[in-house]
Structure formats: C-alpha cells, structure tokens
C-alpha cells in the first residue's frame, strides 16, 4: 500500500540552524511527492513538490529532493526563522489518482 | 482574492444535531475534496469529486454526505453528529483529475460537538 512516514516531533531548533526533518514513503508506481506547511490557526499551503525521481523543489530557502533509491524526501533549511515555526506535512500522490496521502505532521518551533 | 473559501470558520454544535460546511474556490478548478483533520494533526481524504461527481468516497460514514452544486462548490453535510466528529476539516481543489496537479487547500472549518 502507500504510506508515508514523518520523524516525530516537536522538532525544536534556534534560530539560523539548520533543518533537516526526516520523511520516508512506500509506493506502488512513481507517485509525486509534497511538503505542505501549516501556520498556527491556519490551512494548509503547498511548500514545494517533485514530480519525479531526482528532482529537487524548492521554496522559500527550503528545498526536498526525490530519492527513489532510499525512498525519501527529506526537508532541509540552512538557516531557520522564527517565523518558519509551524506544522509541516509530508505527502505523496499516487501516480494517476488524485489522492494525497499524509504523514502525521512534524512540529517545528524555532526561538530566537 | 481568496482561493479556497469554508464557512463558518468554526462551528460547535450539540450531539445529534445536522450541520453543513461550505466550500468554494474561484480558480476554476475541475476537482475539489474534503480532508478531515483529526486531534493529533493527523490528515485523511474523505471525498473527492471531479465536475460535480463524486471520485473518491473514502469509506465514510453516510452521516456524511457531500453535495456539489456546481463545479466551484462543494458542501460537506453532517447528519446525526457524533463527539468523534469534533476535528478540523479541510476543503480542497485542483486543476484536473488523475494528473500531478498541486492540490490547494482553504483554511479549514474546526468542528466541536459536544
């Protein structure tokens, strides 16, 4: 089946360090691969995507590359914010369906 | 400019009662879903309809009944509410079904029964 799975957090960092937060996934096929990002009190926005293998999305100083050999999409920041503090999800998306399958979500607070 | 657009933003609501939640999205997109949200974050697709018929139907109870008026809206209906209701739910929309399309989500509708 497809699953996606996401380190367990809270992940707690200061600011300017670097951010790694861990997400692994099992699939059929070659499905794409998201990271959503969620601000306290607020829905979810798209961070970046990859549609396939090797590709690498970034967005806002945050970048994620498709491994399909390790079957990963690892997050990473060289340098968080305070205000990058929220929930992040990873998900992917079955090749040729319009399902998004989530991971539980990893919780980043970032002080000053 | 809003995209995805819910109402009400919250609701609280006695056991037993009926409420609906509405969706909408001015982006022209074909599909649009519902996701639930639950106490630990933890988020699952409940339905999916493409030009107002229903795709996907997670296994859902059939107290919930979406209905799509058109293809820019689709409303979440709650029969009969139970406590294990109260979570936060999400309604989304992309441009096509089936393809790589980026899903965008509205801002969520937090539910409690009590």
């Known amino acids: 089946g497809n699953s996606v799975t996401q380190m367990e957090g809270p992940v707690t960092l200061s600011e300017e360090a670097f951010l790694t937060i861990n997400c692994t996934y099992t699939?059929?096929?070659?499905?794409?691969l998201f990271w959503y990002v969620q601000y306290p009190g607020e829905g979810l926005q798209l961070l970046l995507k990859?549609?396939?293998?090797?590709d690498k999305g970034s967005n806002k100083g945050f970048e994620a590359t498709y491994r399909k050999e390790t079957t990963s999409f690892h997050l990473e920041k060289g340098s968080v914010q305070v205000s990058d503090s929220a929930v992040y999800f990873c998900?992917?998306?079955?090749?040729?369906?319009?399902?998004?399958?989530f991971g539980t979500g990893t919780r980043l607070q970032v002080f000053p | 400019d809003t995209a995805v657009s819910q109402t009400p933003k919250y609701l609280v609501t006695q056991m037993g009662n009926d409420k609906s939640i509405k969706c909408e999205q001015n982006?022209?997109?074909?599909?649009m879903y519902w996701y639930k949200q639950d106490s630990k974050k933890f988020l699952k697709i409940m339905f999916s309809?493409?030009?107002?018929?229903?795709?996907i139907n997670e296994t859902v109870p059939n107290r919930f009944s979406p209905k799509s008026p058109d293809k820019a809206h689709l409303n979440l209906h709650i029969n009969s509410l139970e406590l294990g209701d109260s979570a936060v739910y999400f309604c989304?929309?992309?441009?096509?079904?089936?393809?790589?399309?980026?899903?965008?989500f509205g801002p969520g509708t937090r539910l409690l029964v009590l």
């Open positions: 989304a929309s992309s441009p096509l079904t089936g393809g790589q399309e980026t899903q965008y």
């Open positions: 699939a059929t096929g070659y499905p794409s």
């Open positions: 990859a549609t396939k293998a090797d």
């Open positions: 998900a992917l998306r079955p090749y040729n369906t319009d399902k998004l399958i």
């Open positions: 982006l022209g997109h074909d599909t």
């Open positions: 309809y493409n030009n107002k018929e229903l795709i």
